[in-house]
């Protein structure tokens, strides 16, 4: 099944978090936060202004991003546990930073 947020919603699934610590530690289940980051799914087509002008979205599928620790309507589609949210909702995106290391 496919599912097509409306307005200005973005549909993302969460990362999940490192099961050990820097230093080793595995963190059972029942100790674990749920991650507040995420990959976007899909994108509604963005919200209205006041004229009734289009404001389109500014994240794309694919993206990473980080949201609130309560953001979001949880909802399973196709046995997937997915997250619901408006734009707003999100934080910002995640990007992949160069490595500085240079090759010998």
Known sequence: MKFRPLHDRVVVKRIDA??????????PDTAKEKPSQGEVIAVGPGGRDEAGKLIPI???????????????????IDGQELLIMKESDIMGVLTEVASKKKAA
């Open 58 to 76: 500014d994240l794309q599928v694919g993206d990473r991003v980080l949201f609130g620790k309560w953001s979001g309507t949880e909802v399973k």
């Open 18 to 27: 490192e099961e050990k610590t820097a230093g080793g530690i595995i963190i």
